[in-house]
């Protein structure tokens, strides 16, 4: 059975692995080397404190990940995330990817956040098609934003409204305080109530 949960230090291997094709064969990432597993290490010890890192597992290996992260460094954007979704490249059209982000966004919602955005190098219909199946519009294209694999790319901006913006928003809870309500577990039965056997 696919299964969601929390990543951890432990599947930096896997995540690297996921990730690695998409550095070395594609422009759909503009990292241009593959990371270690070491510094994908560091990543998520860095994103978890504040953010959540899921990933989804199929006969208990790592196929897919989805994590938020902080939109813009001056305070006044701290009420928006951008967020990202890897998978397998054996695993597209399973389901995983929806059920990632069905469980990452409800907790982006419990943690008082309000907008999500996400940044897709063009053309990658498959990653504009989940994120429209999931809400998101497109609000901009950056032309000609990254050269890579010999050629300039084009990435276009979506976002999504997680909850109305309110007159004067509390501020956003830590992943680690929304790990320790209901709302972390709902999100996550969420998520996997969409995976298929």
């Given at each position: 059975m696919p299964h969601l949960r929390e990543a951890?230090?432990?599947?930096?291997?896997?995540?690297?692995?996921?990730?690695?094709?998409?550095?070395?064969?594609t422009p759909i990432t503009f990292e241009t080397e593959s990371p270690s597993a070491e510094e994908?290490?560091?990543?998520?010890?860095?994103?978890?404190?504040l953010y959540p890192w899921l990933v989804g597992e199929l006969d208990g290996r790592v196929v897919g990940y989805a994590y938020a992260t902080r939109h813009r460094e001056r305070a006044a954007y701290r009420w928006g995330v951008d967020v990202a979704i890897y998978l397998d490249g054996g695993c597209h059209r399973r389901g995983i990817g929806r059920a990632l982000y069905s469980a990452l966004l409800p907790m982006l919602v419990a943690q008082g956040y309000y907008t999500a955005y996400a940044g897709i190098t063009l053309p990658n219909e498959a990653s504009a098609g989940l994120h429209r199946a999931m809400g998101f519009e497109p609000v901009g294209i950056y032309h000609g934003a990254g050269y890579k694999m010999?050629?300039?790319?084009?990435?276009?901006?979506?976002?999504?409204?997680?909850?109305?913006?309110p007159p004067a928003p509390a501020e956003p809870i830590s992943a680690a305080q929304l790990r320790e309500s209901p709302a972390w577990a709902d999100a996550l039965r969420l998520g996997e109530s969409l995976l298929q056997p």
């Open positions: 951890t230090e432990d599947d930096a291997a896997a995540i690297a692995g996921i990730y690695a094709p998409y550095c070395e064969t994908i290490r560091g990543r998520i010890a860095k994103v978890l404190p010999g050629a300039w790319h084009d990435v276009v901006w979506l976002e999504k409204q997680l909850q109305p913006l």
